[in-house]
């Protein structure tokens, strides 16, 4: 096999050059030792892996794929690519996933190659993610997700490696670099198609994308107008609308920090208020007396009585958000120490049976958590910045509550 000497160099200089000197120069050598390695390694046909032996007997296997990606042909590559950078190459997104900081993950695929497909403008469009669960020494990579792994060697490398002097086993070139556990590969124009792919999979698995897991702050959207003033809807392009929602869910699950979660997950609400108080004005038809059409409009014409309409629509999840509640430790400490005093509750007596009254507890709680974080007026409770870790913690369950509520409202709404 013709071996670039080229991208040898390449590779010995960005990538074995991070081992200490020790390591360096028993195992691997100089640039001379390392390429006449290659030189003298054998390459046989047929096979699907390559192993190289390199100074004091100490030996590397590398995936035939792999082998011929690093080492031959005249096509550069690079190394230096971040982990939390997405990487573009012949018409493909690829980016890693990591398990996010607030859904809970349900079931895991073993380690393998998940097609994805989806059908736009009578194209089939393949898409694919790359689970890996399996043990460090059996991770691989198929050529489908190879160059994204491939473009982050140099920042991946366990430069601490404990290598072994027991040189009668050959190890995996793969063990010699921090593993990705997820990766997705899309077509790069199909930008809608990526956010609900990201959705799907962190409904269904729990992951996100590493690139958005950190600590931010999202602006606040915009404040609920009187209808009364222009009668917009919002209804204008709904597609766009809709993935707005999920932008606003993805930051939610993503985000390390529990306020910003709260204010995300909010956010994904408060983009159906207007949607669902039009639906239900349009439900009014027959309601009887012009007093009492006025009446059920006004009753929900404020952002609070919005929020109570999506909390009605929920009502198949008030058992699971009823048991969530009751069973957070420290709650009505937190409703007395941090939304004031008058906000004493107890959702132990909450009964969601009572479809009403429960919505209008549940809605009633986090618009009163949404105005403290909003405003967070001191003399109406603490600070919201200031919480105890007991109050973080009762926060950090609210906020995987109001998430289930926010999956079942996207679900119900979202047109895929």
């Not at 007997?57 to 031959?72: A, D, Y």
């Not at 408060?270 to 004005?281: G, L, Q």
């Not at 439900?283 to 909390?311: A, C, D």
Request: charged content about 30%.
């Amino acid at each position: 096999m013709e071996i670039n000497r080229e991208k040898a160099r390449k590779f010995y200089n960005d990538i074995i050059y991070q081992y200490s000197n020790e390591d360096r120069d028993f195992f691997f050598g100089n640039e001379g030792d390392f390429l006449e390695s290659f030189r003298n390694a054998e390459y046989p046909e047929g096979v699907d892996q390559y192993e190289v032996e390199f100074l004091n007997s100490f030996k590397i296997i590398f995936s035939k794929e792999l082998f011929i990606t690093l080492f031959t042909g005249s096509k550069e590559i690079t190394f230096d690519r971040s982990k939390r950078e997405r990487y573009n190459e012949d018409g493909y997104l690829y980016m890693e996933l990591v398990e996010s900081p607030i859904v809970k993950i349900e079931s895991k695929e073993k380690s393998r190659l998940i097609p994805i497909t989806k059908s736009e403008n009578q194209k089939e469009v393949e898409e694919c993610l790359f689970i890996n669960e399996e043990a460090l020494e059996d991770i691989y990579y198929p050529k489908e997700v190879l160059p994204f792994f491939v473009s982050q060697l140099k920042k991946r490398l366990i430069t601490d490696f404990k290598f072994s002097i027991n040189t009668d086993t050959p190890i995996s070139f793969y063990s010699l670099f921090e593993p990705i556990k997820y990766i997705l590969k899309v077509n790069k124009q199909n930008e809608r198609l990526l956010t609900k792919l990201l959705y799907k999979l962190s409904i269904h698995l729990g992951v996100v994308e590493i690139k958005k897991l950190e600590i931010r702050k999202i602006s606040i959207s915009q404040e609920i107008q009187s209808l009364l003033d222009n009668g917009s809807f919002l209804l204008s392009d709904e597609e766009s609308y809709n993935l707005n929602s999920l932008t606003y869910y993805l930051s939610a699950i993503s985000n390390l920090h529990i306020i910003y979660q709260f204010l995300d997950l909010y956010n994904v609400l408060e983009s159906f208020f207007y949607k669902y108080f039009y639906k239900h004005v349009k439900g009014l038809k027959n309601s009887g007396s012009p007093k009492k059409l006025i009446n059920s409009v006004k009753k929900y014409m404020n952002e609070r009585g919005m929020l109570k309409l999506l909390i009605e629509d929920t009502s198949k999840q008030f058992p699971d958000i009823h048991s969530g509640l009751k069973t957070i430790k420290h709650f009505r400490q937190f409703c007395k120490n941090v939304l004031g005093k008058d906000n004493n509750l107890d959702a132990k007596k909450w009964n969601y049976n009572e479809t009403d009254k429960f919505s209008n507890s549940v809605s009633d709680f986090i618009y009163s958590i949404r105005n403290q974080v909003v405003h967070s007026k001191p003399e109406l409770g603490k600070n919201i910045k200031d919480l105890t870790e007991d109050e973080q913690e009762v926060l950090a369950k609210i906020n995987k509550i109001l998430c289930l509520i926010v999956k079942e409202i996207l679900e119900k709404n979202i047109t895929w």
